[in-house]
């Protein structure tokens, strides 16, 4: 399983589409949100340009969604679900952008974690 950071947005919703539909890649999507409902909403808002209804339900037969914040702590996700992706997980897509221009700098943190270590 292939563990994937910003599969909802511009970027990842390509490489999402690519792997579920195109290679039969079965994710582990990590989707900020507050429950099931509202990261599948995000996955299909990310997707709908790339996929039709089927489709959608096609990549969601192939995606487990693993909630979680990649900005917090742990990325978010509760520590039992973090060592089942990790047991899980054969590779790591990190597809997460920040894509605010205002500074170079402010990009630039945004896209490295600070005090985080994995488990």
């Known amino acids: 399983m292939i563990f994937v950071t910003g599969g909802t947005g511009y970027l990842g919703s390509y490489v999402i589409a690519r792997l579920a539909l195109h290679h039969d890649a079965r994710l ?3 989707v900020r949100a507050k429950d099931r409902p509202q990261a599948i909403e995000k996955l ?7 996929a039709d209804a089927a489709e959608f339900r096609r990549v969601l037969s ?7 914040d990649l900005t917090a702590p742990g990325l978010g996700i509760e520590p039992e679900v973090r060592r089942r992706v990790a047991r899980r997980a054969t590779s790591v897509l990190h597809v ?5 221009r205002r500074s170079e700098k402010e990009c630039l943190n945004a896209m490295v974690a600070k005090g985080d270590t994995p488990t």
């Open 28 to 30: 582990l999507l990590l």
């Open 96 to 100: 997460a952008a920040s894509l605010n």
């Open 62 to 68: 192939r995606v487990e969604i693993v909630r979680g």
């Open 44 to 50: 299909w808002r990310g997707l709908e340009m790339h």
